[in-house]
């Protein structure tokens, strides 16, 4: 997936805490169908567009073997070229098994078979399109993940070119990778904290409290920011507001957690080209296969209210 949370098992945990519960009602009485809900998160990074494209796909692959064990975490089905509608890029299908990482109230509704999600994920850079289902709750179930990757600090608005009346619903969230008041305790790695990070190769970091206003002026740093729009659909009845308040937190925590590691790899993936990090990911999909059956459960976990 496009550095969305495929996190990236931010994606797989996105859909977790919306996934489930749903399934209670999918196809029975109680069938309620709610508006899309589209959130919008822009996180600024001291790198620059073309940097990102490699280090994202790295930590993509670093993320997903730091989530994977215990029978759970990311399988990869296919991860090929593709070309459609003038459109060029990278095609991934993964599949997420999930149970750790959902909250315990929805493993308590949920069938076995609505823990596992389908992520496809078109990755036309500097676009990237993502798409989560889940094959036990069909058509009532969809998450969208699409993303803009410029060489801005996040002041452009409305970028995904939604209709007016749709912009003014969106909620935009500002994510600070050097805020640690953003990060929950149970996932602060002091070895993943941009203010306390120096890049050897890069001479960036560590990030102070203005580092976001002081970038456009650093003439021997780029700036980047990624503008995330995930909408989503489904049918509920009864533990809406619930899930939909695990699943704002949830984004946020994704998106910070990962793209604060991809910050603080950046000495390993610098010197990296694409096609190291194609032959990275074939190497990373055998050993995810492994990894489910061997390991123990590891990764982050959801936080219980």
């Known amino acids: 997936m496009c550095a969305h949370l495929s996190v990236r098992f931010r994606s797989a945990d996105i859909v ?3 996934l489930t519960a749903e399934s209670q009602d999918c196809g029975r009485g109680g069938d309620v169908e709610v508006p899309h809900l589209h959130d919008c998160a822009r996180v600024i990074l001291p790198i620059s567009v073309e940097e990102y494209q490699v ?3 790295y930590s993509v692959a670093e993320a997903s073997k730091n989530e994977t064990g215990g029978g759970e975490g990311v399988e990869v089905l296919k991860n090929e070229p593709y ?3 003038g459109e060029k890029g990278q095609y991934t299908h993964k599949i997420y098994h999930l149970q750790s990482k959902v909250p315990s109230f929805v493993r308590m509704l949920a069938p076995a078979s609505a823990l596992n999600i389908h992520e496809k994920a078109w990755n036309a850079y500097p676009y990237c399109r993502t798409v989560i289902t889940n094959e036990y709750m069909k058509e009532n179930f969809l998450i969208k993940i699409e993303t803009w990757h410029k060489p801005d600090t996040g002041h ?3 970028v995904h070119g939604l209709d007016a009346e749709t912009w003014k619903k969106v909620d935009v969230v500002y994510i600070d ?3 640690r008041s953003q990060v929950d305790s149970k996932d602060y790695k002091p070895e993943e904290d941009p203010c306390r990070y120096k890049s050897v190769k890069t001479g960036r970091g560590p990030l102070g ?3 976001k206003k002081e970038l456009p002026k650093k003439t021997d740093c780029p700036h980047m920011c990624a503008y995330k729009l995930v909408t989503v659909k489904f ?3 009864g533990l809406q507001n619930k899930v939909e308040s695990f699943i704002q937190k949830q984004e946020k925590r994704l998106f910070t957690n ?4 991809l910050f603080c790899w950046i000495d390993k993936w610098i010197d990296l080209n694409m096609g190291d990090i194609r032959r990275m990911e074939e190497e990373t999909r055998k050993e995810l296969d492994e990894m489910r059956v061997k390991d123990p459960v590891k990764g982050m976990v959801a936080l219980e209210d």
Do not use: C, S, T, V
């Open 16 to 18: 977790a805490g919306r």
């Open 55 to 57: 280090g994202q796909l």
């Open 235 to 237: 049918k509920w009845w």
């Open 258 to 261: 990962f793209h604060r590691q």
């Open 209 to 211: 409290p203005d580092w």
């Open 156 to 158: 452009l608005e409305n």
């Open 177 to 179: 990778i050097a805020d």
């Open 83 to 85: 070309e459609k509608d």
